[in-house]
């Protein structure tokens, strides 16, 4: 699987933004995408995460009522809303085999080290 993020930037806080991720020799199969974001100093943190085979889609607490993360096809996208200057980090999408761990059921929950593919990050800078 090989995805490439694009569409990062620099953005006011209050405004929005939204970042896309191409998604390439995928097999059949059922797969939780995800974002993911690192900021400076601080450790990767999940996003939002979307399984593919039944499109349920999960946010994290951070992120949630913010956030709002499509597919279509083969391209995912992340819409930023409202985005603060917290949000400032660079942006990765993720993909694995399976389901995507949540808590309670609805709050992601996925973790750096249980996915195996990475895109390359883009950044994004709220100010």
């Known amino acids: 699987v090989q995805l490439v993020e694009s569409g990062g930037g620099s953005v006011q806080a209050g405004g929005s933004l939204t970042l896309s991720c191409e998604v390439s020799?995928?097999?059949?199969?059922?797969?939780?995408v995800a974002w993911f974001r690192e900021a400076e100093g601080k450790e990767r943190e999940g996003v939002a995460g979307?399984?593919?085979?039944?499109?349920n889609t999960y946010y994290a607490d951070s992120t949630k009522g913010r956030f709002s993360f499509s597919q279509d096809k083969n391209t995912l996208y992340l819409q930023m809303n409202s985005p603060k200057p917290d949000d400032t980090a660079m942006y990765y999408c993720?993909?694995?085999?399976?389901?995507?761990?949540?808590?309670?059921?609805?709050?992601?929950?996925?973790?750096?080290?249980?996915?195996?593919?990475w895109g390359q990050g883009t950044q994004v800078t709220v100010s």
């Open positions: 020799n995928r097999a059949s199969r059922s797969y939780c």
């Open positions: 993720a993909a694995k085999i399976g389901v995507c761990r949540t808590v309670r059921g609805t709050a992601f929950a996925g973790v750096r080290d249980e996915f195996d593919f």
């Open positions: 979307r399984h593919t085979g039944t499109g």
